[in-house]
């Protein structure tokens, strides 16, 4: 059965440190790939999406960046963190091709504070 | 435009009472509809979708949603709602594509359960 994980759970960062979230699916093979971000009370916003190894669309210019090394693992960056970074991260990930329902398995999230 | 409205932010019933939660959509061909739970710190979790046949799909938790091509609805009801059914639902709906990925979500209405 697939699986996805997202580590770690929660994070205190200080303004202006780097940051790195990691998310890995198994038991799949192409998946598309999703970060989204939740402020309080302001739903889903979309960062990043990624069909493939080195393919990374991103939905808004902000702080941070996404990359793919490797076909199942996803990760969220930024060199400088700002207090505006603060929110909970989801990651998700998706099946593709005619067979896929397209419906979407979210990982646990990230809790992130940037004091 | 493609997008999914959820007109309810906040919607507060009494335990044992029965819900209604609204989801609009706008899209141009039948689409694959979703509803998703997420309980304060966590992920979302798949309650149910439809993509095709009978337009009253029963999902987890006792919960039931009904695709109305003619209103472009899909409402998801609960006879009786439980204190533990407090969360935040979210609709969504796709495939899309492109740089929004498969599916758009709506803006999520948090339930609350008065006792």
Redesign the interface.
């Known amino acids: 059965s697939q699986t996805i994980h997202?580590w770690p759970a929660t994070l205190v960062q200080p303004v202006g440190s780097p940051l790195s979230l990691e998310c890995t699916v198994e038991g799949t093979s192409n998946p598309?790939l999703?970060w989204y971000r939740q402020a309080a009370g302001?739903?889903?916003q979309?960062l990043f999406?990624s069909v493939g190894i080195g393919q990374i669309?991103s939905?808004v210019p902000q702080n941070l960046s996404a990359s793919r090394p490797q076909d199942r693992q996803f990760i969220l960056s930024s060199k400088k963190l700002l207090l505006s970074d603060s929110g909970?991260y989801?990651c998700?990930w998706?099946g593709t091709g005619v067979l896929s329902?397209?419906?979407?398995?979210?990982?646990?999230?990230t809790?992130l504070t940037v004091v | 435009a493609q997008s999914v409205t959820q007109p309810d932010i906040h919607i507060t019933v009494s335990e044992g009472a029965s819900l209604e939660l609204r989801c609009n959509y706008s899209y141009g061909a039948t689409p694959y509809l979703f509803w998703y739970v997420q309980s304060p710190g966590q992920g979302l979790q798949l309650l149910l979708k439809y993509f095709s046949g009978d337009t009253l799909v029963q999902g987890i938790k006792g919960f039931e949603a009904e695709f109305k091509r003619s209103q472009s609805s899909f409402n998801l009801r609960k006879p009786s709602v439980h204190w533990s059914d407090a969360a935040e639902y979210f609709c969504a709906v796709g495939p899309y594509g492109g740089s929004q990925g498969n599916l758009i979500f709506g803006k999520g209405t948090k339930l609350s359960v008065k006792p």
Do not use: I, M, V
């Open positions: 997202q598309n999703y302001r739903g889903l979309l999406y669309s939905e909970f989801l998700a998706s329902d397209y419906g979407y398995t979210f990982g646990s999230g809790r």
